[in-house]
């Protein structure tokens, strides 16, 4: 087993002591690396890190991820890229025309009686989101939370192809339904 | 759907949409019903995801907790060499200011979060109460939709008195005190709402917990806020329970 397998195995069984290192040496670099590279505040690009310790605990949690090309930091840094990308596109939206009720927020005024029913249908939405698991959850969060594409979920999550991504979401869509 | 139509909402939920794209996405979803619902269904299911985390996806409990660990620590060890002389300086700033404008009371961050509730009561709408309502409750009910909640909390409490068994007039009336600052009263008059079996239990917590931080009672704030969040049905206050309790 090399040092690199070690990262996981260590996280496994250590996962405060990891990731305060992971906090501690990691994050400052992607933080430094994100401000020179891209034009994202600190603030948002310690979000977004703590966006892929998450994705990475799901993947290993999953099973999807099961050993490390590089370090545990430098696959944080490629879910991280993703994520910032996808984060950037989100600051320029562009709307459909007529579509000022979108982007997808709560922030519209719906007047507190419609907004306690969509509160409501949200949260009964949600709950079947939920009940979906894994990797319905994570697939349908990181499209229409986080918006992130097809290939970006691929990249993120370890799927072989962003064909795979839109048939799983597909799947889940469908089952949503139901 | 067509191939087309699905590549053009990835990309709308991607925000990759060129200004033709969406243009032509618009015109699809005019043209064709199906296309219209699948893109009202994803944007049903873009806004039930919002407010939850990618964390929540996670079994493993202690896992969880890392991944909810507070972000700032760090940022601060490694932004401090750069930032040293901003940080004195607005530091120094905060004194200055500090010495002019008091930081919040909790009784004001207690009544930014105290939001209305809306009037449920049935014989609001017409046609749905069989019953007569008497002139004093209509009249009440009047002045609490028109937000003199003052006054309604006064119109409210004799009523109360006179109705002990109707808990929903109990609760506008808590609710009226809570937005007209009245928090010891508030709490008198909520406390046996949250014993009760009514459906009005749950936003009732969260008025208590405003009403009881009123008070600078911190134990009771806690505990009705918590349980107003613990609740499946506590949606609509979560952010202000939220930050009431986050300033307690």
Redesign the interface.
């Known amino acids: 087993m090399n040092g690199k397998q070690n990262e996981l195995d260590d996280f496994r069984k250590n996962p405060n002591g990891v990731s305060v290192g992971l906090y501690n040496k990691c994050r400052p670099k992607f933080i430094g690396w994100g401000k020179e590279n891209t034009r994202t505040s600190s603030h948002d690009l310690a979000d977004i890190f703590q966006n892929a310790v998450i994705i990475m605990m799901l993947n290993l949690e999953s099973g999807r991820l099961t050993e490390l090309v590089g370090t545990l930091c430098t696959y944080l840094f490629g879910i991280g890229k993703n994520l910032i990308q996808a984060f950037r596109r989100k600051q320029d939206r562009i709307g459909l025309p007529g579509d000022e009720a979108f982007p997808i927020t709560k922030e519209t005024d719906l007047g507190a009686e419609a907004q306690i029913i969509a509160d409501q249908e949200d949260a009964q939405l949600w709950a079947k989101v939920d009940a979906l698991g894994e990797p319905c959850r994570s697939l349908l969060a990181l499209t229409y939370r986080e918006g992130l594409n097809s290939q970006e979920i691929a990249d993120v999550l370890g799927y072989a192809s962003p064909e795979v991504v839109r048939q799983l979401r597909k799947r889940c869509l469908d089952r949503l339904r139901k | 759907m067509e191939n087309r139509a699905?590549y053009l909402l990835?990309?709308?939920?991607?925000?990759?949409?060129?200004?033709a794209e969406?243009?032509e996405?618009?015109a699809l979803?005019s043209a064709n019903p199906s296309v219209a619902a699948e893109l009202d269904?994803?944007?049903?299911?873009?806004?039930?995801?919002?407010?939850?985390?990618?964390?929540?996806?996670?079994?493993?409990p202690?896992?969880r907790a890392?991944?909810q660990?507070p972000?700032?620590?760090?940022?601060k060890?490694?932004?401090l060499p750069r930032y040293a002389y901003a940080a004195a300086a607005a530091f120094a700033l905060l004194v200055v200011a500090y010495l002019f404008i008091m930081p919040p009371s909790l009784q004001s961050i207690v009544a930014d979060n105290a939001?209305?509730?809306?009037n449920?009561m049935k014989f609001k709408s017409l046609g749905e109460e069989s019953m007569t309502v008497p002139e004093n409750v209509i009249s009440a009910f009047g002045l609490y939709d028109n937000q003199n909640y003052s006054e309604a909390a006064k119109a409210l409490q004799p009523i109360v008195a006179t109705n002990s068994d109707r808990i929903d007039y109990r609760f506008y009336w808590g609710v009226s005190l809570v937005k007209s600052k009245q928090y010891a009263a508030a709490v008198a008059a909520l406390m046996p709402v949250i014993q009760s079996p009514d459906e009005m239990k749950i936003p009732a917590h969260y008025y208590l917990g405003l009403a009881c931080a009123g008070t600078g009672d911190k134990n009771c704030a806690r505990q009705n806020l918590q349980a107003y969040l613990d609740s499946?049905e506590g949606?609509?206050f979560r952010k202000q329970a939220e930050a009431v309790l986050k300033a307690l």
Do not use: C, D
């Open positions: 699905e990835e990309s709308y939920f991607a925000n990759t949409l060129s200004t969406a243009t996405l618009k979803a269904f994803q944007k049903r299911v873009a806004a039930s995801v919002q407010s939850h985390s990618l964390a929540a996806g996670i079994q493993n202690a896992w890392v991944a660990k972000a700032s620590a760090a940022i060890v490694s932004m939001k209305e509730y809306p449920k499946p949606i609509t």
